[in-house]
């Protein structure tokens, strides 16, 4: 049985205050949700790396913590960097890789990407592997055949063993900070693709997370939650808000 995941995504925001606040208000709700929903739901919190400490200080065992980047090397004269192994000795579960932000803005390519997959995966981290495809893409109709290959080079050395570590999420770049939303049935569509090629990977697609990005609210979270193959959301913006990131906690289908 897949995980239910919802994982806020807070990018270059936040301050040591923001941390107190926001993640205090967070834990507490979600301390309050129904305990059939909490024993299916991780909820993740990525805050810049230099925050991540005092977030799993407020955090306790209720949440779960990543980083949004780590290095492709595993240690030594990489200045700025930081790497898997250290997000793990601070304590944090998952590590994202290949958001489109790092794609687009820092010219992370899928040869890099699939490098620090295996960086996170060999320090025991999950890794959550963004994909998702340009809106000229989509226009010229090729929006499967990028995701598929992103998928299929960001995962190209995952072992056997390794595949219950591994979340995909799937975030159009057109709908990344926009306010546009792929609809519900769109977004199915991509993600029951995305299983087919993890299928022909020879990945157990059954048991791995596809998550939803990209404009995520509480007011859409449900029609897309109740999809079959929408297994729950990275949050950018809603989940520097507390109660709109609970909300869309709470958006699954009860009882599924
Ligand atoms: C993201 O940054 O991964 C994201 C989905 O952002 P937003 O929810 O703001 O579109």
């Not at 807070?10 to 606040?21: A, I, P």
């Not at 010229?140 to 995909?168: C, F, K, N, P, Y």
């Not at 297994?231 to 906690?249: N, P, Q, R, Y």
């Amino acid at each position: 049985m897949r995980r239910r995941i919802v994982a806020g995504n807070w990018k270059m925001n936040g301050s040591k205050d923001l941390v107190q606040q926001l993640v205090g208000d967070i834990r507490e709700h979600v301390a309050d949700l129904d305990e059939a929903v909490k024993s299916t739901l991780d909820v993740v919190i990525i805050p810049p790396a230099l925050y991540v400490d005092s977030v799993i200080g407020c955090c306790g065992d209720a949440l779960a913590t990543g980083v949004q980047n780590v290095s492709q090397w595993q240690s030594g004269a990489y200045t700025g960097e930081i790497s898997s192994g250290m997000a793990l000795d601070l304590g944090c579960q998952y590590v994202l890789v290949g958001h489109s932000e790092r794609r687009q803005l820092f010219a992370e390519s899928d040869e890099v990407i699939a490098r620090k997959v295996t960086r996170v995966l060999e320090s025991g981290l999950t890794a959550i592997l963004c994909v998702g495809e340009t809106l000229e893409e989509r226009e010229a109709g090729q929006a499967e055949s990028i995701v598929a290959s992103q998928v299929r080079q960001g995962l190209s050395t995952v072992s056997s063993d390794q595949w219950s570590r591994v979340v995909v999420a799937y975030e159009p770049v057109w709908a990344i900070g926009t306010g546009k939303t792929a609809t519900a049935e769109d977004a199915q569509a991509m993600h029951a693709e995305i299983r087919g090629v993890l299928e022909q990977m020879n990945a157990p697609s059954r048991n791995i997370s596809v998550l939803y990005g990209g404009s995520v609210k509480a007011d859409n979270a449900a029609a897309l939650f109740a999809e079959p193959d929408i297994d729950g959301g990275l949050i950018g913006g809603a989940s520097l808000k507390a109660d709109e990131f609970v909300s869309i906690c709470r958006s699954f289908p009860v009882g599924a």
